[in-house]
């Protein structure tokens, strides 16, 4: 648990914390430099509870208010804002649990400044999970591997999915909150990605890690009890190209009103004044706002299925939540990746110095669209239009069994 001598209290103006974070963003990616430092920014500042609920210190931000500020600190720099994915689904988690004295210890955490990551994805063949749970003293010992650990690296807890044993003999999967401040968890930076490459993402090991019996969380009441989590993982997607298309927009107009350098069968002497260059900078502009209001719209059509309570958990009020979330994501990934690469087409060769680091959007914005490929989803979108179909609201990725490849 974080130790810290006062609450931090959130505020809604981070215009100079994000500043500050934007400052190093490129030089962090360029020499991999972990943003430890910056993360701890963001608990102080309290942007990190600024959806817990005010009776337990925290923003109180409706889901709207909070996308808004989420895509501003996306702006700033994209791989800080996605290492919190986790952490964002765990806080909206605890925000739906049912009033209980667990629910309470949870969100004064996060008031206080604790991060939690979270543990789901393995390597491993097969649909079942090889992390497994068995009872100790007082709780639980944990042992396995995970990948895909975003923002684990930085956490004081991480969110595992696992495997127990129930008292009948069987198997069943559970959640388990396990506090990365002992010795039998270990984080280990080795996400190798061309994009994204400080949200920790990388492998975490557990090797008879303690989880305390309070700390084990039946995952099927949870789902019942809260029926937008997918959404909030796909939502931090989207929210992460707008605010990056944002921030290439903008920088796209600083250096073309800059370069003073043209072509002698362009428009005009000085790029900003060359209207086939004016009309790439307004392509971007555009692609920026559209996406910043398709993600504004899904934070609407979520805030809005949140407030209808449990009585909207299943029929057609959450699969239409997640149709809408799936067109977000397959809209936006084509925008960003065309907006990636079309910047280059307002500027010269130079562009491509790797001092500018422009490339760092294309596989910034490439890495994120291949999170639950999109493809997949436009498809789930369409058997819904066409025949009905409700999408699967609890999915994994794994390796196919042994017998199953090549076949």
């Given at each position: 648990m974080t130790e810290a001598t006062s609450t931090p209290t959130p505020t809604l103006d981070f215009t100079a914390?994000?500043?500050?974070?934007?400052?190093?963003?490129?030089?962090?990616?360029?020499?991999h430099v972990l943003p430890h430092e910056?993360?701890?920014?963001?608990?102080?500042s309290g942007f990190t509870a600024l959806r817990v609920p005010r009776e337990f210190g925290g923003g109180g931000l409706s889901i709207v208010a909070f996308v808004e500020q989420f895509i501003l600190l996306a702006r700033a720099d994209s791989q800080i804002a996605h290492a919190l994915r986790g952490h964002l689904a765990f806080v909206e988690t605890q925000i739906n649990r049912?009033?209980?004295?667990?629910?309470?210890?949870?969100?004064?955490?996060?008031?206080?400044?604790?991060?939690?990551?979270?543990?789901?994805?393995?390597?491993g063949p097969g649909q079942g999970l090889g992390t497994v749970l068995t009872p100790a003293e007082g709780g639980f010992h944990l042992d396995g591997t995970k990948f895909y650990s975003t923002g684990s690296i930085y956490a004081d807890w991480i969110d595992v999915i696992a495997r127990a044993t129930d008292a009948a003999g069987g198997d069943r999967l559970v959640g388990a909150i396990v506090s990365t401040h002992q010795e039998g968890v270990t984080s280990v930076d080795d996400w190798s990605g061309f994009g994204q490459q400080l949200t920790g993402s990388g492998?975490?090991?557990?090797s008879q890690a303690f989880v305390a019996a309070p700390d084990l969380v039946d995952l099927e009441?949870?789902?019942?009890?809260?029926?937008?989590?997918?959404?909030?993982?796909?939502?931090?997607?989207?929210?992460?190209?707008?605010g990056q298309?944002?921030?290439?927009?903008?920088?796209?107009?600083?250096?073309?009103?800059d370069r003073t350098r043209s072509y002698t069968h362009g428009n005009a002497a000085l790029p900003r004044h060359d209207p086939q260059v004016l009309q790439v900078v307004g392509e971007l502009e555009a692609a920026a706002q559209a996406v910043t209001a398709i993600v504004r719209d899904l934070a609407t059509r979520t805030e809005d299925l949140a407030d209808s309570g449990p009585e909207a958990a299943g029929g057609t009020a959450r699969a239409a939540l997640q149709v809408a979330s799936a067109n977000?994501?397959?809209?936006?990934?084509?925008?960003?990746?065309?907006?990636?690469?079309?910047?280059?087409?307002?500027?010269?060769?130079?562009?491509?110095?790797e001092d500018?680091?422009?490339?760092?959007?294309?596989?910034?914005?490439?890495?994120?669209a291949s999170h639950n490929p999109w493809i997949y989803k436009a498809r789930i979108s369409g058997d819904w239009a066409v025949n009905g179909t409700e999408p699967v609201y609890f999915w994994m990725a794994s390796e196919a069994e042994p017998a199953s490849v090549g076949s």
């Open positions: 914390l994000f500043e500050r974070i934007a400052e190093g963003a490129l030089d962090r990616s360029r020499f910056q993360i701890a920014w963001l608990k102080v049912a009033e209980s004295a667990d629910r309470t210890r949870w969100l004064k955490r996060v008031v206080a400044g604790d991060i939690v990551g979270n543990a789901v994805t393995e390597t492998t975490t090991v557990f009441a949870q789902f019942a009890s809260f029926h937008y989590l997918d959404v909030v993982f796909q939502g931090v997607l989207v929210a992460l190209q707008a298309l944002q921030a290439l927009a903008a920088r796209t107009a600083g250096l073309v009103r977000a994501q397959v809209v936006v990934s084509r925008l960003a990746l065309q907006a990636t690469t079309q910047l280059f087409d307002a500027l010269g060769a130079s562009a491509t110095d500018l680091g422009l490339d760092l959007y294309w596989r910034n914005a490439r890495t994120i």
